[in-house]
């Protein structure tokens, strides 16, 4: 049977008795730096000789032998905690219901939605850990301080706020951010994907449901509504809903009410709303997907998120950033660091997947280079493929060159004295970080202690 504990080495597991499916989202999860392992049925799964529980299991439900639905009790039995996400060709609602109920993360309907499934593997990634992704709020360029610099000040408010921007940007964080700073802090903050669940599904899981509402519902149960009572609640690809939910939230946001399916009695809604969307809104208004009414409601102070490709100077902090957050976790102690032509490739490469991206390849990384330095080789995309953007340049050392000529001067130089320049330009650059002053200069932690003690900076 499979353990309980473990670490971030953990694999996504994909559990379908469909191969090209089981290949298809393997190859996908794999794609974005993941570790994946695949299988056919439930029990080849648990036959599995593994030693800990995966991050995350990406389940069929409807499998041989032992369904996916029996899998999940069977873990809950065994006391395993891992974070379930469903997919099935089917959307039967009991059976999504059920699956949710006991606890699965999302319900996914095939053919499934590239960006819904990455998101909620990321999802149930973050739950394993026990954390949500930081990483995001990290950058110092002007469009990024001027998306933090917007949340703060909508955060004191209970203005409803519309977050934009392509998936993997943040959002999430930006709205956990919002959240924090709210009077709202001590809530709850319950997020809701809209893209994840049929629409049935999506309305008992937002409004909850009285016992007997539909054919599997045998007892009553509080939607998130009621689950952020005092708090907030992030909808996540709000796009994506039916006319019937949308003409429901609007409800909500009008008259702060709304009523559990099956019942009669009127419930208030004592929530903040926070809503995110990676589709263009005005677009799906000329359209007739979306509700121009519920636009103007959640539109009251939007927040744009760029794509990281647009912040190009966040990408070094970002990419520090995870390796000191992921080192320990992945490794069990800091990592050497990153190679300066690593750091040129995370430069030039275009980033679709954006921040989420950006931290799936550093823990890739990690995991490749063995606790050595990150160099192109364990890097997920090709060398050959970063080679279609021209490289950027990182800053050249502030140090002594010789002239253009390439001659060097007739006294020599004194070599000792100039790496002695850059050790100590890297410290001061880092507050004496010398886990980030190794990396800046292309060394690992140890040979950086060395030269330190020999030119008497300990």
């Not at 009251?300 to 992921?326: C, Q, S, T, W, Y």
Request: net charge neutral; proline share 6%.
């Amino acid at each position: 049977m499979i353990a309980k504990g473990g670490d971030t080495r953990r694999p996504v597991c994909v559990v379908d008795d469909d191969a090209s499916v089981r290949e298809a989202v393997g190859g996908l999860l794999r794609s974005v730096g993941m570790t994946v392992e695949t299988f056919g049925s439930a029990r080849e799964f648990l036959a599995s000789a593994r030693h800990d529980a995966p991050s995350c299991l990406v389940l069929d439900v409807e499998l041989p032998g032992l369904s996916g639905l029996d899998l999940q009790q069977e873990l809950a039995k065994g006391n395993v905690r891992v974070p379930i996400i469903f997919l099935t060709g089917h959307g039967d609602i009991p059976m999504s219901v059920r699956a949710i109920q006991a606890g699965a993360l999302d319900f996914l309907t095939k053919p499934v939605d590239v960006d819904q499934l990455l998101g909620a593997v990321e999802r149930g990634i973050a739950q394993d850990h026990g954390a949500v992704p930081s990483g995001g709020v990290i950058g110092t360029s002007p469009s990024w301080r001027g998306v933090l610099a917007q949340a703060a000040k909508v955060a004191p408010a209970e203005t409803t706020v519309l977050l934009t921007g392509e998936s993997g940007t943040g959002k999430e964080v930006v709205a956990h951010m919002i959240h924090r700073g709210s009077r709202r802090a001590e809530g709850p903050f319950v997020a809701l994907n809209c893209a994840a669940l049929p629409e049935a599904l999506l309305e008992s899981e937002l409004f909850g449901y009285e016992k007997g509402a539909f054919t599997g519902a045998v007892s009553a149960r509080a939607g998130r509504l009621e689950q952020a009572a005092g708090g907030t609640l992030f909808l996540d690809e709000v796009g994506e809903m039916s006319p019937a939910v949308q003409a429901k939230v609007l409800r909500v946001l009008q008259e702060r009410e709304f009523q559990r399916l099956g019942g009669t009695r009127m419930l208030k809604a004592d929530v903040r709303v926070i809503a995110a969307t990676n589709r263009d809104l005005q677009v799906a208004l000329t359209r007739g997907s979306f509700r121009e009414d519920l636009y103007y409601r959640l539109h009251v102070f939007a927040i744009h998120l760029p794509p990281l490709r647009e912040r190009p100077e966040d990408i070094l902090p970002l990419l520090e950033h995870f390796v000191d957050e992921l080192g320990p976790v992945v490794l069990g102690r800091p990592a050497a660091g990153i190679s300066r032509e690593a750091r040129a490739h995370f430069l030039a490469h275009a980033w679709p997947g954006n921040v989420r991206e950006l931290r799936n390849a550093v823990e890739r990384a990690l995991i490749l280079c063995e606790g050595g330095l990150i160099n192109p080789e364990h890097l997920p995309w090709t060398v050959e493929a970063s080679k279609s953007a021209p490289l950027i340049p990182l800053p050249a050392p502030a140090a002594p060159a010789p002239p253009a000529g390439g001659e060097f001067p007739a006294q020599g130089v004194d070599l000792e004295a100039i790496e002695r320049e850059l050790i100590e330009g890297a410290l001061k650059q880092t507050g004496r970080n010398k886990s980030r002053a190794a990396r800046l200069l292309g060394l690992s932690r140890s040979k950086l202690y060395s030269r330190m003690e020999r030119f008497g900076l300990a």
